[in-house]
């Protein structure tokens, strides 16, 4: 089974709300990543949070990670229509260093 | 454009044929992976390699399935004898090992393939 697995599984929201996007894993890990996929393309890194960091920023995003419940929040604020994509956590246990493994995602729409 | 670039960007196919997709990764970089993503899912790890060596391999990566990277330049995946369930997109990313970020993957458009 895959490392992380995100929730919701779907979220549809009015531009200018705030999205929040879950993911729990199961291994310790060395990081983690979230990365965003506009419909029928490849996937783009958005924020790396290492492990014994406990938030990160960057513009609109605030990621949280919280190694004992072994889980992770992505938020975006004041999201726009173009913030519509799949939202991916990548785990980097700490038991294989050199890759990562994805969950299988949150599909937002942002509805203008 | 010195992003990752992949050929082609669609592939369809016979049941049975062989196919061979082509990854160029960014210059610089010395790792290249290989995913497997289906529809409503995330990226499956296939493979990867640092420069020329493929250090490894999905267990789930069946034997018709075959990776290179000569000189560690640009990787082919070559699928042989594909069947109606190898239908996916194919992703390329590559990163540079070495560095603080080295986790951090830039991924191709992909090579959607369709075997019929």
């Known amino acids: 089974s895959q490392q992380g697995e995100e929730d919701p599984q779907a979220l549809s929201i009015q531009e200018g709300e705030n999205a929040t996007m879950n993911c729990s894993y199961k291994?310790?890990?060395?990081?983690l990543q979230w990365y965003r996929q506009n419909s029928g393309r490849g996937l783009v890194h958005l924020i790396l949070?290492?492990?014994?960091?406990r938030e990160k920023h960057s513009g609109r995003l605030r990621v949280t990670l919280d190694t004992s419940k072994k889980s992770s929040s992505l938020l975006i604020t004041a999201s726009r229509a173009a913030d519509t994509a799949s939202y991916f956590c990548?785990?980097?246990?700490?038991?294989?260093?050199?890759?990562?493994?994805f969950g299988p995602g949150t599909s937002l729409s942002v509805i203008p | 454009d010195t992003g990752v670039s992949q050929d082609p960007r669609h592939k369809i196919t016979k049941r049975g044929q062989n196919v061979t997709f082509r990854c160029d990764p960014i210059?610089?970089?010395?790792?290249l992976y290989w995913y497997r993503q289906t529809l409503g899912q995330g990226p499956e790890f296939l493979t990867y390699?640092?420069?020329?060596?493929?250090?490894?391999k999905s267990r789930l990566l069946s034997d018709r399935f075959s990776a290179e990277r000569p000189k560690g330049s640009f990787s082919t995946l070559e699928i042989q004898r594909t069947e109606q369930g190898d239908s996916a997109m194919y992703l390329c990313?590559?990163?540079?090992?070495?560095?603080?970020?080295?986790?951090?993957?830039?991924f191709g458009a992909g090579t959607r393939l369709s075997v019929l």
């Open positions: 990313a590559s990163s540079l090992a070495g560095s603080l970020a080295k986790n951090i993957q830039y």
């Open positions: 291994t310790s890990i060395n990081n």
């Open positions: 949070i290492r492990s014994n960091e």
């Open positions: 990548a785990t980097d246990p700490k038991t294989s260093y050199d890759k990562v493994i």
């Open positions: 210059s610089e970089h010395n790792r």
């Open positions: 390699f640092q420069n020329e060596a493929q250090l490894e």
